[in-house]
């Protein structure tokens, strides 16, 4: 039972190069998400999906592309990275996104933007 | 529009003595609560849920929350704390039905629990 896997789980790049941080779960669910975690502000909604080839913005999403073709993947990918989107991301997903319905987190990928 | 406030950005207790790490919430309708901890450099894991059912809500690790409307509060208290409790902890919260906070979660900052032998 794999759950919720991200890849890679670290990695290095130089500002303005593009990057793609994957994710993979193996629930079906319908909904998933991207978060970025830094001091002092928790962790902060970027994109999410509510099915394949729907996704919406999060609370940060400026810098940020995502795309769903199957229900099972969700990549984020920066397109031209900076040294402010240095942070932890992780990825997220529920069976809907109701009451009391609980998200479950992958292991998170720590970026570094030099 | 809905909000999350941890009190406290760092609690330090002794081993075998109570913890309570405190959330206050604020949400336009009735919300649900959550309480997730994150061990270092590792990601975060469901303690406990609060969904309106029953107010006291029992999580995995004995810890438990409750729900305290009037107070909007979601404290988050064990009797017993034990070493490999040291960890981050976020209360949570989400919006249901009818307010445009609607399905998204919505982070406190973290508190900082350290266990002392």
């Known amino acids: 039972d794999a759950g919720i896997t991200q890849s890679p789980r670290y990695k290095i790049t130089e500002t303005g190069r593009q990057v793609t941080l994957m994710c993979h779960q193996t629930w079906s669910h319908s909904y998933m998400f991207w978060y970025r975690q830094d001091l002092g502000h928790g962790l902060r909604l970027i994109y999410y999906?509510?099915?394949?080839?729907?996704?919406d913005k999060g609370e940060v999403p400026d810098g940020y592309v995502v795309s769903r073709s199957k229900t099972e993947n969700f990549p984020l990918t920066l397109e031209s990275a900076t040294r402010s989107q240095t942070s932890v991301y992780f990825c997220?997903?529920?069976?809907?996104?109701?009451?009391?319905?609980?998200?479950?987190f992958g292991p998170g990928t720590r970026l570094t933007v030099l | 529009a809905q909000s999350v406030t941890q009190l406290d950005s760092h609690v330090s207790v002794s081993e075998g003595t109570p913890v309570l790490l405190r959330c206050n919430y604020s949400?336009?309708?009735?919300?649900?609560l959550f309480w997730y901890v994150q061990h270092p450099n590792k990601g975060l894991q469901l303690l406990l849920k609060y969904t309106s059912a029953a107010t006291l809500v029992k999580g995995i690790n004995g810890f438990e929350a409750e729900f305290k409307k009037s107070e909007t509060s979601f404290h988050l208290t064990k009797p017993s704390a034990h070493m490999s409790d040291a960890a981050e902890y976020f209360c949570v919260v989400r919006g249901n039905a009818g307010g445009t906070s609607y399905g998204k979660l919505t982070f406190g900052q973290g508190t900082i629990l350290t266990v002392h032998p």
């Open positions: 949400s336009s309708y009735s919300p649900s």
């Open positions: 999906s509510a099915a394949a080839d729907i996704t």
């Open positions: 997220a997903s529920s069976v809907v996104a109701v009451a009391g319905d609980t998200q479950y």
